[in-house]
């Protein structure tokens, strides 16, 4: 059974920084995806990064290029997504998922999903 943790979410000014963190269990996840995807209110949820847990290709979702880094650390089974330069749009509960997607940025290739995190970003 996989269990995916998220943390690090909170209150934050624009311009600001956050890491996330995702605790991940129950599997080896040798060959795995590990993403992180976001859903605001009223708003379809959207990729946000993901990276090969074998071989640690970073993919990124446009409205973040530049901005977030997505990272791994294997002896700790987590992810890690560090926030820079926040926006009022990145507002969003944050949610971490994992599994072998045919296609990375879409959100039904996954089916291993964290409780998620809220991240708020004000003005």
């Known amino acids: 059974q996989v269990h995916l943790v998220e943390s690090g979410g909170g209150l934050v000014q624009a311009g600001g920084s956050l890491r996330l963190s995702c605790t991940a269990s129950g599997r080896t996840f040798t060959g795995y995806a590990l993403a992180w995807f976001r859903q605001a209110p009223r708003k379809e949820r959207e990729f946000v990064a993901a990276?090969?847990?074998?071989?640690?290709?970073?993919y990124y979702g446009d409205s973040v290029k530049g901005r977030f880094t997505i990272s791994r650390d294997e002896a700790r089974s987590t992810v890690y997504l560090q926030m820079n330069s926040l926006k009022i749009e990145d507002t969003a509960v944050y949610f971490c998922a994992a599994d072998l997607p045919q296609f990375i940025p879409v959100p039904d290739e996954y089916n291993y999903w964290g409780q998620g995190t809220q991240v708020t970003v004000s003005s």
């Open positions: 990276i090969g847990w074998s071989d640690g290709i970073p």
